[in-house]
């Protein structure tokens, strides 16, 4: 089945560090690819939409400056928490879907963002 | 808010029960819909699908009834075993090619042995 990788699984850093998280499609192309957010005990909740080869949609009340989004390869995308505080850290979840209709989005297993 | 709902927060059941979780959805243009079972520290894992022309589908040990007309997604699963603990969402979208999942609250199910 769709296999989609996600990297690293855990983060622990320094407030103020910057953190990327990589999502890879590793049998199938993924012409959009989701971030969520959750937190503990939570739904996944919508952050952006990533499109290859163009800027993210991102959901209201998510910063764009904050969470910088790049798709450049139809089987990778990358979430970059920009100076990330205390408040960023969360469990950190992409899926990545194929293209044709009504087909369900395979997901990453996630990245846990801790923020000292 | 989120339009996909879904109440009944935990479910204890013993080992070998059958298990029903559910889900009430609010919009109507909705047409897909899908059911996640999430482990601790996990991504979603994908258990089963229906899209709105359909009324059931069964999988293996799990069975998915949708009511339009309700807009009510329940999710059963036969013979409960231990391995099936986790925390099980309902999700929804339009269908077209490309759009985002709209997730439910989620539900825990804890199986006793």
């Known amino acids: 089945g769709a296999v989609v990788s996600q990297h690293p699984s855990w983060v622990i850093c320094k407030s103020g560090t910057s953190v990327k998280i990589e999502c890879r499609s590793l049998?199938?192309?993924?012409?959009?690819m989701f971030w969520y957010r959750q937190f503990p005990k939570q739904s996944l909740m919508l952050m952006a939409t990533?499109?290859?080869?163009?800027?993210?949609?991102?959901e209201q009340g998510v910063e764009k400056d904050k969470f910088l989004i790049n798709h450049a390869s139809l089987t990778l995308s990358t979430l970059t928490v920009t100076s990330a505080h205390p408040e960023d850290s969360s469990f950190y979840i992409c899926?990545?879907?194929?293209?044709?209709?009504?087909?369900?989005?395979?997901f990453g297993d996630g990245t846990r963002l801790s923020i000292l | 808010g989120e339009s996909v709902g879904l109440h009944l927060p935990t479910l204890s059941v013993q080992e070998g029960d059958n298990s029903i979780i559910n889900c009430a959805y609010s919009?109507?243009?909705?047409?897909?819909f899908i059911w996640y079972k999430q482990e601790s520290g996990k991504g979603p894992q994908f258990i089963i699908d229906?899209?709105?022309?359909?009324d059931k589908r069964q999988g293996q040990r799990v069975t998915v009834l949708l009511n339009k007309t309700v807009k009510h997604l329940s999710l059963q699963i036969a013979a409960t075993q231990p391995g099936d603990s986790a925390v099980y969402f309902c999700?929804?979208?339009?269908?077209?090619?490309?759009?985002?999942?709209?997730f439910g609250k989620g539900t825990t199910l804890s199986v006793s042995s």
């Open positions: 049998d199938f192309q993924a012409t959009t």
């Open positions: 919009n109507s243009a909705s047409d897909y």
């Open positions: 999700a929804e979208n339009i269908g077209q090619a490309g759009t985002a999942l709209i």
């Open positions: 990533s499109n290859e080869g163009s800027k993210a949609t991102y």
């Open positions: 229906i899209r709105s022309n359909m």
């Open positions: 899926s990545a879907a194929l293209t044709a209709f009504n087909q369900p989005q395979h």
